[in-house]
């Protein structure tokens, strides 16, 4: 069932910026990538640690502890060490405002 929370106003997340937010559930990180916002879970499959501090190419979030690579638009594992893809989670905009759907 959706649970959709308010993350922040979209001017407060302008392009290439990113926000943490702790949920019930886990830390998801929100990512603004040329104005497309997308949220991933803020753990690396590889070990368990974060993940939203590491450098971001492009729509790739790189691990700051073993550099592994992850799809930003769609958690895919992109390069070893991680082989497990990372969860995504739904973000609409609406009313100026930016939210995701923790429901899963």
């Known amino acids: 069932m959706a649970e959709w929370i308010e993350i922040a106003a979209v001017s407060e997340l302008p392009p290439g910026s990113r926000k943490i937010i702790n949920t019930p559930y886990c830390e998801i990180a929100v990512f603004n990538l040329d104005g497309e916002f997308f949220a991933i879970e803020d753990?690396?499959?590889?070990?368990g640690g974060e993940l939203a501090s590491g450098?971001?190419?492009?729509?790739?979030?790189?691990?700051?502890r073993?550099?592994?690579?992850?799809?930003?638009?769609?958690g895919l594992a992109l390069t070893p060490p991680a082989y497990e893809?990372?969860?995504t989670f739904p973000v609409v905009v609406e009313?100026?405002?930016v939210k995701v759907d923790?429901?899963?």
């Open 95 to 97: 009313n100026d405002m």
């Open 43 to 47: 753990v690396c499959s590889h070990d």
């Open 66 to 74: 073993h550099g592994a690579r992850f799809c930003i638009r769609n």
């Open 102 to 104: 923790i429901g899963g």
């Open 55 to 64: 450098l971001c190419e492009g729509d790739q979030i790189i691990c700051p």
């Open 85 to 87: 893809n990372i969860d």
